[in-house]
């Protein structure tokens, strides 16, 4: 089982950057696709981003294209979270997630079975 804790949250102001972190220990580091989610209270966890365990072909979702990157660095066992030109709507709870090794990266939580504890980004208007 991977654990993965994540970081960077904080408050911000609308049009602000922030750069969150995903450090993963157990398993094999590169060897699974990891993503991104976030939450609001209420609602179900949005995909944010995927990073597919070859690095080829990341993707990101419609609501964040153009301002958010995934990125990952193999040799601190981290992945990353570059937000750009956030906007109150972005506000959440963002948890960073991991599949089984070898898997394809999704855009479905359901299909991750590692979790991180969640990080608070809170942009204001």
């Known amino acids: 089982q991977v654990q993965l804790v994540e970081s960077g949250g904080g408050l911000v102001q609308t049009g602000d950057s922030l750069r969150l972190s995903c450090v993963a220990s157990?398993?094999?580091?590169?060897?699974?696709?990891m993503a991104w989610f976030r939450q609001t209270p209420g609602k179900e966890r949005e995909f944010v981003a995927v990073?597919?365990?070859?690095?080829?072909?990341?993707n990101v979702a419609d609501s964040v294209k153009g301002r958010f990157t995934v990125s990952r660095v193999n040799a601190k066992n981290t992945l990353y979270l570059q937000m750009n030109n956030l906007t109150p709507d972005d506000t959440a709870v963002y948890y960073c997630?991991?599949?089984?090794?070898?898997?394809?990266?999704?855009?479905?939580?359901?299909?991750?079975?590692?979790w991180g504890q969640g990080t608070q980004v809170t942009v204001s208007s």
């Open positions: 157990g398993g094999v580091f590169g060897t699974y696709p």
């Open positions: 997630a991991a599949r089984s090794s070898w898997t394809t990266g999704t855009s479905d939580s359901r299909d991750y079975n590692s």
């Open positions: 990073f597919p365990w070859r690095g080829i072909s990341t």
